[in-house]
T-cell receptor
Framework: QKEVEQNSGPLSVPEGAIASLNCTYS??????FFWYRQYSGKSPELIMS????GDKEDGRFTAQLNKASQYVSLLIRDSQPSDSATYLC???????????FGKGTRLSVIA | SAVISQKPSRDICQRGTSLTIQCQVD?????MFWYRQQPGQSLTLIAT?????????ESGFVIDKFPISRPNLTFSTLTVSNMSPEDSSIYLC???????????FGPGTRLTVL
């Protein structure tokens, strides 16, 4: 059974701080890793993808991947109240295997 | 990324009836998927909609309950049959996931079964 684990939160951070979201996965052959943001009542929105070990930065977002530890994280710098949402970690194996989602971490940025 | 639309956006249905949800994409896509998101839960894959052949269902989901059509590379339907209150959920169409591997979601259909 392929599993993706996330802390459900809520994770509360003050405005301007760095929010750190973590995810672990069980399938060692996983190859693609994604972070989605989901606002209440809306569908998931892809915000980051990462495929190789290390860091990938896009604006205020940094995704970090460590395949040896089966760990992927998302850092949000200068957190804003508009970042308050549920963040879903998703992992895919090789080929056309389906995405496996974690349960999501609810982030609350306090003004 | 492709623009994905779903109809209806929401519906309230009676127990025992069926609802067909449509998913339209503005460009041809190889992979289309149907997900369910129950209240307060994460996403669960129902099936992969295959163009020109039967859908591939995940464990726990069967064709009689969730028949799927995929007549071409831009359109798919999911039917929720013989509904019960446990089927109350958001149903999401998703595309992508091959090359490149990113996958995108439609706006969802919020279904309430009374």
């Amino acid at each position: 059974q392929k599993e993706v684990e996330q802390n459900s939160g809520p994770l509360s951070v003050p405005e301007g701080a760095i929010a750190s979201l973590n995810c672990t996965y069980s399938d060692r052959v996983s190859q693609s890793f994604f972070w989605y943001r989901q606002y209440s009542g809306k569908s998931p929105e892809l915000i980051m993808s990462i495929y190789s070990n290390g860091d990938k930065e896009d604006g205020r977002f940094t995704a970090q991947l460590n395949k040896a530890s089966q760990y992927v994280s998302l850092l949000i710098r200068d957190s804003q109240p508009s970042d308050s949402a549920t963040y879903l970690c998703a992992v895919r194996g090789p080929g056309n295997t389906p995405l496996v989602f974690g349960k999501g971490t609810r982030l609350s940025v306090i003004a | 990324s492709a623009v994905i639309s779903q109809k209806p956006s929401r519906d309230i249905c009676q127990r025992g009836t069926s609802l067909t949800i449509q998913c339209q994409v503005d460009s041809q896509v190889t992979m289309m998927f149907w997900y369910r998101q129950q209240p307060g839960q994460s996403l669960t894959l129902i099936a992969t909609a295959n163009q020109g052949s039967e859908a591939t269902y995940e464990s726990g989901f069967v064709i009689d309950k969730f028949p799927i059509s995929r007549p071409n590379l831009t359109f798919s339907t999911l039917t929720v049959s013989n509904m019960s209150p446990e089927d109350s959920s958001i149903y999401l169409c998703s595309v992508g996931g091959q090359v490149p591997p990113e996958q995108f979601f439609g706006p969802g259909t919020r279904l309430t079964v009374l």
